[in-house]
């Protein structure tokens, strides 16, 4: 893994404005995602430049960066792990590429050269990449279908920036710090900022499975947009065994294929281990192709509702793991501040504060990790696609007559459970699957999004970003195609959005902080094709999410164990919080400058005049913690 930085002069003849020193440090600004090397590239009419960090991994000697190919055309910079290169690399020797190293890098290089933007499609693997193809002054961009590996974009003063960080780009004092009303809008009611918004102004995601191409030939034009290269991962269904053993053995064969082909380093390896039904079939199969005691990492908690250690142990003694606990408790608190310097936007996932602890003590062990992240998008395993089935039978009513029948009944509902099921009913697909997705902290729950508390944004709640957001949400779900189950349309929705922009943020940014890889077997390309050939009534069986994977887990640790309810990579905040005297935690959510953004009087009466008021503190207390890292921060 890696952090990179590309610049571009995107006028005339007009040359890059910055010195040697000032692309040093931009580039080192991302020394955490690869402290083992850092080198440049600038090209002779200064125009264009590759700055890039490395972490060593695969051919430590080799697979230096940026990598130019041998005949001087095609310059890459490139973030991530190739998995099917050795099979890619035989294809491409054979069709007369002069190989030089053993790297994945060069593999891509060559990828690319041989096949052009439509070489993403042939990777199976995590990526975020950017060519420059010096012939036809091109700069290529593209991000892995899933979104693990970030890319931030942007221009400003006629200066094209790509980085695998925002940090790397504000870090250049010719960008503006000027943050989005819009990004912050979309923060507090997902508790991160999805793509393609970031929380600066003018800078943008490229989204999971998009690329991009610039031309630099001189014409003043608007940068273009991003392209999907990436097909509906869900609704695809083919011929599927009709017995439930074929389908589980291909299904095992598979998985176990994609853990041994991410095997592959050339330094430490373990894997992350929560007890759940994901992680522990990563284990399961590490265990098997590993010729020594995989080494596997879990966090927990004094509280017993949130503590999953004692699975955790129960999985690493089965397969022989050298296993290595971490006890999380209030002091974690004092830890926020570096938090969000991790993760460099705003993110207020409460699973971003153990998952950075783990991996910090997974990397005074091993260098590569294995996650079980993308189980519940892939096969179905969150209870809310069971919640939209149920709800269902509502959409063969006219939308207008469920939204004039419910309205009232919510309206006049004695009680908060009741008023969400009538909201609930009264929505479409898009808008009750966001209702039952949000994190903002409503005073009314399953309230979409509850004005009483976008009241205390002094910006003002942002008119265009609930319809914006609906719309996309609306023609990702339609993305599926028709004859697509209510369950694929879901899970396309979740694999476009919120794997990548919250649970793939969460592990990047925290792994990466410590210059750690991890890797994400359950998405692996061919895993993916799998699980969209399996019809949506295999995911979900008999009232049971994830069926197969449960399944599969059964062989290997028994039917109790595999049954367990979903338990979810949870946190105590609010007993850590209240620890906390009230002076002290209005500290931390009232920075010098923040409450430009936030009403102190209404926040404070939401926190401390409700029964339930600290539930709804976290993603202050991590916008507050972001926004004190900033320094100057423009309206």
């Not at 130019?68 to 910079?77: E, K, Q, S």
């Not at 012939?135 to 899933?146: G, I, K, S, V």
């Not at 507090?188 to 943008?204: D, E, L």
């Not at 469920?402 to 609930?424: H, I, M, T």
Request: aromatic share 10%.
């Amino acid at each position: 893994m890696c952090g990179l930085i590309a610049l571009a002069a995107l006028h005339g003849d007009r040359r890059l404005p910055h010195a040697p020193a000032e692309f040093d440090r931009l580039r080192d600004s991302l020394v955490h995602r690869g402290p083992d090397a850092g080198e440049s590239w600038v090209d002779s009419t200064r125009r264009v430049a590759l700055l890039h960090r490395r972490l060593k991994v695969i051919d430590l000697e080799g697979g230096r960066q940026p990598m130019v190919c041998p005949a001087g055309r095609f310059h890459l910079a490139y973030n991530g792990e190739i998995y099917n290169y050795p099979e890619l690399r035989a294809e491409l020797a054979g069709g007369g590429f002069p190989f030089r190293t053993q790297s994945d890098t060069e593999v891509l290089l060559a990828a690319y050269a041989a096949w052009g933007a439509d070489c993403v499609r042939r990777l199976n693997g995590i990526f975020a990449f950017v060519v420059w193809d010096a012939r036809e002054r091109t700069l290529f961009l593209a991000r892995d279908p899933c979104g693990v590996k970030p890319l931030y974009y942007g221009e400003w003063g006629g200066v094209f920036y790509a980085a695998s960080e925002a940090r790397a780009i504000v870090a250049d004092s010719r960008v503006p710090r000027r943050i989005d009303p819009e990004a912050l809008d979309l923060y507090f009611h997902h508790s991160y900022v999805p793509a393609p918004w970031t929380i600066w102004r003018g800078m943008r995601k490229l989204e999971a499975g998009h690329r991009l191409t610039l031309r630099l030939d001189g014409v003043p034009r608007a940068l273009p947009e991003q392209e999907s290269y990436r097909e509906p991962p869900c609704g695809t269904v083919v011929a599927a065994p009709a017995r439930e053993e074929e389908l589980l053995d291909e299904l095992e064969a598979t998985l176990r294929a994609a853990v041994r082909r991410q095997t592959v380093a050339d330094v430490p390896l373990g894997a992350f281990l929560s007890g759940g039904v994901d992680s522990s079939l990563v284990v399961a199969y590490l265990a098997e192709c590993s010729n020594r005691p995989v080494q596997t990492f879990s966090v927990g908690y004094d509280e017993p509702q949130f503590d999953e250690r004692l699975q955790a142990r129960r999985v690493a003694e089965r397969f022989g793991t050298q296993h290595h606990e971490l006890h999380m408790g209030a002091e974690s608190l004092e830890g926020l501040p570096r938090l969000a310097q991790a993760y460099d936007e705003p993110f207020a996932d409460t699973a971003a504060a153990p998952t950075a602890a783990v991996s910090r003590l997974a990397r005074d062990h091993v260098t590569v990790v294995l996650s079980g992240d993308g189980g519940d998008e892939t096969h179905a395993g969150y209870p809310r696609y069971l919640r939209m089935e149920q709800l269902r039978r509502l959409d063969a009513l006219p939308a207008g007559l469920r939204r004039a029948v419910f309205a009232p009944l919510a309206a006049a509902a004695p009680s908060w459970k009741r008023r969400g099921l009538f909201e609930l009913a009264g929505q479409d697909v898009a808008d009750r699957y966001d209702a039952l997705t949000t994190k903002v902290p409503r005073v009314h729950r399953f309230q979409a999004y509850s004005e009483e508390f976008r009241a205390l944004l002094r910006q003002g709640p942002q008119e265009n970003v609930g319809p914006g957001m609906a719309g996309w949400r609306r023609r990702l779900l339609e993305r599926c195609g028709e004859g697509a189950s209510l369950i694929d349309r879901l899970q396309c929705l979740d694999l476009a959005s919120y794997l990548p922009d919250q649970l793939m943020t969460k592990v990047d940014r925290a792994s990466m902080f410590v210059s750690l890889e991890a890797r994400v077997p359950l998405l692996d390309a061919d895993a993916l094709r799998l699980a969209a050939r399996i019809p949506a009534e295999w995911r979900v069986r008999d009232g049971r999410p994830k069926y197969l994977l449960r399944k599969l887990l059964t062989r290997h640790m028994g039917q109790e164990f595999a049954d367990r309810k979903k338990h979810g990579f949870r946190v105590p905040k609010e007993s850590w919080l209240r620890t906390l005297p009230r002076e002290r935690l209005e500290e931390r959510l009232f920075p010098e400058g923040v409450e430009a953004w936030i009403d102190r009087r209404g926040l404070c009466s939401l926190l401390f005049d409700n029964r339930r008021g600290l539930e709804f503190a976290w993603p202050f207390l991590m916008f507050a913690a972001w926004y004190r890292q900033q320094g100057t921060v423009a309206a």
